[in-house]
Nanobody, 121 residues
Framework: QVQLVESGGGLVQAGGSLRLSCAAS????????MGWYRQAPGKQRELVAI???????NNADSVKGRFTISRDNTENTVYLQMNSLKPEDTAVYYCHAVISIVGGTRPYRYWGQGTQVTVSS
């Protein structure tokens, strides 16, 4: 009933930039928070950045000053602008959203399929 579709990953050299996008679609009534997580090989999935429906944001310390999260509520889309990328940013990046569907009783968490970001040194 709900899909999160990510785009924008790829291969970039250290110091470069990438912009990730994630569009939510389906039988959506409202979207609470949206955000990005990442998982590197052999590591646990970790929060990168999150944004509330009102626009408040919270970034992981490792990306503060380099990554910016934003959203377009009219398009149900969340973005992650990643600048000054480092090799340690290499991971699969997952979009996440807390969504209430039409006729639903409570919000649920949804995940995108993931997009690979690789930063070469």
């Amino acid at each position: 009933q709900v899909q999160l579709v990510e785009s924008g990953g790829g291969l970039v050299q250290a110091g470069g930039s990438l912009r990730l996008s994630c569009a939510a679609s389906g039988n959506i009534f409202s979207i609470n928070s949206m955000g990005w997580y990442r998982q590197a090989p052999g590591k646990q999935r970790e929060l990168v950045a999150i944004i509330t429906s009102g626009g408040s944001t919270n970034n992981a310390d490792s990306v503060k000053g380099r990554f910016t999260i934003s959203r377009d509520n009219t398009e149900n889309t969340v973005y992650l602008q990643m600048n000054s990328l480092k090799p340690e940013d290499t991971a699969v990046y997952y979009c996440h959203a807390v969504i209430s569907i039409v006729g639903g009783t409570r919000p649920y968490r949804y995940w995108g399929q993931g997009t690979q970001v690789t930063v070469s040194s």
